[in-house]
């Protein structure tokens, strides 16, 4: 008993000591940051402060309070140092609730387009079921009838049909024998802080599921999406096929410049992201990994970070696929009995990877 009664007072002692270092420590690096970085550190300091000194066990925090926080990651990049309160990542959480009730907003200020009649609706409807007729044929007999309305609108009011299982086998069984000779193109569209739209254009290899090139701009347009074309595929580079979707900027020029770099330009149908898979998925693992993860503060912020993932996706991380390897070859065994397994983290320590170490 009195042996345990003295190693707690030991380390009672070392917590004591290692808090006094800790302390010290923060106050050398408080000596030695600016006073604008000072006054930012007190501010938060005290903002959270005030939101303690609330009535209650657990204070709740206002929308300026969110607002405050919100503000702050985009002003000084070492907030999370001093946020005590709450999680960066409910900060994070934040912004996205942020950006879609100010798109919400913005949506509200216009009127939308005026809905058909509903008879009109229902017409549609039963000429789509009554025969085999597609979005043209169609609408080519509602203009027989004296009924003016869009392509656009018939074929959103047509009743969703199961896919052919032939016809869709069909093209999984063309995408799986040319893959090695096909390439994959797409938007998507990324958030910032200001609540402003960057669209970032890719094109991927589906034989390795390489990203070939990528870039970013807030206004894409035709003539932009070309020259994307030209810097990803230089020299008669260009894989036999490449696959894009129905996207309004991929207009006939662009599906001209496709074919002088070589390439067979494959549009995939209306409304079938399925049939550029490799793209699709491409996008939903960049979020999962990387943009759900962080706010965007602008454009060279989203390219910084997009090449770091770029890197990381092409050379180091697995893919189930290619038998969890990027190159397709076996893995590295382990060199000696005394090597170790280490740590390497990537995309700012988001994603590690894990290599032999010889021990010193």
């Not at 990542?89 to 509903?118: A, D, M, N, Q």
């Amino acid at each position: 008993m009195c042996l345990t009664a003295e190693s707690r007072r030991l380390a009672a002692a070392v917590m004591v000591l290692l808090s006094f270092a800790t302390a010290l420590l923060h106050s050398l690096r408080a000596c030695l940051r600016s006073q604008s970085e000072q006054a930012l550190v007190e501010l938060a300091l005290r903002q959270q402060l005030a939101v303690l000194a609330q009535a209650g066990q657990r204070p709740r925090l206002t929308s300026l309070d969110r607002a405050f926080w919100v503000l702050l990651r985009q002003l000084w990049p070492r907030w999370r140092e001093v946020l005590v309160v709450v999680q960066p990542e409910t900060v994070v959480r934040w912004h996205r609730k942020g950006f879609r009730l100010y798109w919400r907003l913005r949506s509200r200020r216009r009127p939308g387009r005026p809905r058909i009649p509903r008879e009109v609706r229902q017409l549609i409807r039963r000429m789509a079921l009554e025969n085999p007729w597609g979005a043209r044929r169609i609408h080519a007999e509602l203009e027989k009838l004296g009924i003016e309305v869009s392509l656009a609108t018939v074929s959103r009011y047509l009743p969703k049909r199961p896919p052919d299982p032939g016809r869709q086998q069909n093209w999984l069984t063309f995408l799986r024998n040319h893959k090695d000779a096909i390439a994959a193109m797409d938007f998507f569209v990324v958030p910032t802080v200001r609540f402003q739209l960057l669209y970032v254009w890719f094109v991927l290899d589906h034989d390795r599921r390489r990203l070939i090139h990528f870039n970013i701009t807030p206004s894409p347009t035709a003539r932009w999406a070309i020259q994307q074309l030209r810097e990803a595929f230089p020299s008669d580079t260009a894989l036999s096929f490449l696959v894009y979707d129905r996207d309004s900027i991929f207009s006939a020029d662009v599906t001209t410049a496709i074919r002088n770099l070589g390439s067979e330009p494959i549009r995939t149908a209306y409304r079938s992201p399925w049939q550029n898979p490799f793209a699709e998925r491409w996008v939903g693992t960049c979020r999962r990994e990387l943009l759900d993860h962080v706010v965007v503060l602008g454009e060279q912020h989203l390219r910084r970070l997009l090449e770091e993932y770029v890197d990381y996706y092409n050379v180091e991380r697995v893919h189930t696929a290619l038998w969890y390897s990027t190159d397709g070859g076996p893995g590295v065994g382990r060199p000696s009995p005394s090597a170790t397994v280490v740590d390497l983290p990537r995309v700012g320590g988001l994603h590690h990877r894990y290599a032999w170490r010889e021990a010193a």
